[in-house]
C-alpha cells in the first residue's frame, strides 16, 4: 500500500505525516511533504540555500509560511 508523502507506514490517527529531504549540494534541492503536500522542493521554486524552514499549524495542519535562511553569507 502507497502511505502519505512516501513513508514505510502509515501515522497513527491524530497525527500528521510528514517528510523531510536534504539536498545534496547544488545538485538535489531539499523538499518538504507534510500529509502528502508537497510545501518547498525545487520543482516549486520555492527552496533557496541554507535552511529551509516550512512553518505549519500544529492544530490544522494549514501551511502558514515558507522560508528559507542563508547560513553561508550570514
Not at 31 to 43: A, N
Amino acid at each position: 500500500p502507497r502511505h502519505k508523502c512516501g513513508n514505510q507506514k502509515s501515522c497513527p490517527q491524530n497525527y500528521f505525516a510528514f517528510k523531510i529531504i536534504s539536498g545534496a549540494a547544488n545538485v538535489v534541492g531539499p523538499s518538504i511533504c507534510f500529509e502528502d503536500l508537497v510545501l518547498m522542493s525545487s520543482v516549486k521554486n520555492n527552496i533557496g540555500r541554507g535552511l529551509n524552514i516550512a512553518l505549519v499549524n500544529g492544530t490544522t495542519g494549514k501551511l502558514l509560511k515558507t522560508d528559507s535562511f542563508d547560513m553561508y553569507s550570514g
